[in-house]
């Protein structure tokens, strides 16, 4: 960093007081500077936010907390519940640690959001961003956080030119998180930190000539910004091919399953799928998977799905029932009427698939 810590963080915080966004998640503008926002809300916000943008975050923040507007709402509240609320927005597991954590603080922590960072990495799927994250913003703890963007923004800063991603250098990176921290207003000195980098010294093509603390940034003072942090190493994401078996019962109801406690969308619902034999199902193979007679399967589309480190094709087939027999057990099934599909909570690629059958 060019210049003094106390220059650089004074500069952020005036740029940070003029220009942040209002987000629900924050106080409201206007508020006094030692204002926090609720411990509770800024927990939900920073399980939410994990890998996903702000903007598609917002709706889901104000939907979850109609739902759940209380710690002891959401640790009372039944996994499936929980689940239907985080529908869409993809990595369920945050879902499922956040119920924990609030199981966790109503049970050890007497209700109440632990203030620091060591007592909030206590809770289940709190790890040592979150846990600084909301010591910092919801309590003012001194307390430096890490992420993606704070990453990039001090690598800058320091023209550290080695992947962050490394452990010798992320280890770096958290000590000076840690020395760059005023001893006031850490809450917004840390969210300025990453209003910055979210918005102003992004992965590509940041906009060095509006930063406000450019004057600092020794990439910038070399003209190597561009190249900090050093690109990802592109990885080959295997391609894994399905088949979506959607079963047609009596008075429009369909056939749908539970998926393990374990794993990719654990506990989730789904319409029946198998993995894909390299051939089109037939009326057996249907039979086999489910226990029940059906007609010719009919492809009705194909849906598409990529996570971090691995990629889906979906083909998906509807076959009408040809008797009344009960689905077989391998694991939990249930006939539903399309209506009470509303009340599952159903991964990304399934819910396309429900776009296909109320299409038909």
């Known amino acids: ?116 960072a060591d007592g909030l990495r206590s809770l289940p799927g709190v790890g040592a961003y979150t846990a600084g994250a909301v010591a910092s913003i919801a309590y003012n703890s001194h307390a430096p956080i890490v992420d993606g963007n704070v990453a990039r923004v001090i690598c800058r800063l320091d023209r550290i030119e080695t992947d962050p991603r490394e452990r010798q250098t992320l280890a770096t990176l958290w000590r000076r998180a840690e020395e760059i921290l005023p001893a006031k207003r850490t809450g917004d000195f840390n969210s300025s930190l990453m209003e910055l980098g979210a918005t102003v010294c ?8 509006i930063c406000p603390v450019s004057a600092h940034c020794g990439a910038f003072a070399a003209r190597v910004q561009d190249r900090i942090p050093p690109p990802r190493k592109a990885k080959q994401t295997p391609l894994l091919h399905r088949d979506v078996l959607c079963v047609r019962g009596e008075g429009d109801t369909w056939l749908i399953e539970q998926r393990p406690a374990t794993g990719r ?67 939990p099934r249930k006939w539903v009427t399309r209506s009470e599909l509303d009340r599952f909570p159903l991964p990304r690629p399934h819910l396309k698939v429900l776009r296909m059958l109320e299409a038909l």
């Open 1 to 116: 960093m060019i210049g003094s810590e106390k220059d650089f963080a004074r500069s952020l915080l005036k740029w940070y007081d003029r220009s942040r966004r209002d987000l629900p998640w924050r106080v409201a503008p206007g508020s006094p500077k030692d204002a926090c926002p609720h411990a509770y809300h800024v927990l939900v916000s920073e399980a939410m936010l994990q890998q996903t943008q702000v903007a598609t975050v917002i709706p889901y923040f104000h939907r979850f907390l109609e739902l759940f507007p209380t710690i002891g709402d959401l640790a009372s509240a039944d996994e499936q519940d929980v689940l239907r609320a985080w529908q869409g927005l993809g990595y369920y597991s945050r879902a499922r640690n956040l119920r924990r954590a609030a199981q966790a603080i109503v049970s050890d922590h007497g209700g109440r959001v632990p203030s620091t």
């Open 265 to 331: 969308w654990a506990g989730m619902w789904q319409f029946v799928t198998v993995e894909r034999n390299g051939r089109r199902p037939s009326a057996k193979d249907v039979q086999t998977a489910t226990g029940i007679a059906v007609e010719k399967p009919m492809l009705i589309g194909k849906a598409d799905h990529a996570l971090t480190h691995r990629r889906y094709a979906f083909d998906v087939y509807v076959c009408a029932t040809r008797d009344a027999r009960e689905p077989a057990q391998e694991r």
């Open 202 to 209: 992004t992965p590509r093509s940041p906009q060095c000539l």
